[in-house]
């Protein structure tokens, strides 16, 4: 069983890897046309340490997690977008 992150605070800004923000994957999981799920990559070495999550279909970030040592295990979770929101992107169009 892995254990929990080291904390979850509130309007926390969380410390990534790196300065970048390459997203390596935007998923609508409720087909609403707005974007619920961000994979990015801070450091450029092409694997995700930022994920975050829309939970409430708003198309804002809700939830942070920071895999710092990236070993598959969140180091950090914060509510909000840790201070690193996303850039918005119009809805998408299901046809």
């Given at each position: 069983m892995s254990q929990a992150p080291e904390s979850v605070t509130d309007g926390e800004i969380v410390e990534t890897r790196g300065d970048e923000r390459v997203e390596l994957l935007r998923a609508d999981t409720n087909n609403d046309g707005k974007t619920d799920v961000w994979v990015v990559d801070?450091?450029?070495?092409?694997?995700?340490?930022?994920?975050?999550?829309?939970t409430d279909g708003d198309g804002k970030v809700d939830i942070t997690m920071v895999d710092i040592d990236e070993d598959g295990q969140p180091d950090e979770v914060v509510d909000g977008?840790?201070?690193?929101?996303?850039?918005?992107?119009?809805?998408?169009?299901?046809?």
């Open positions: 801070t450091d450029g070495d092409g694997k995700a340490d930022l994920f975050q999550f829309d977008d840790g201070g690193l929101p996303p850039e918005q992107l119009p809805p998408t169009v299901q046809l």
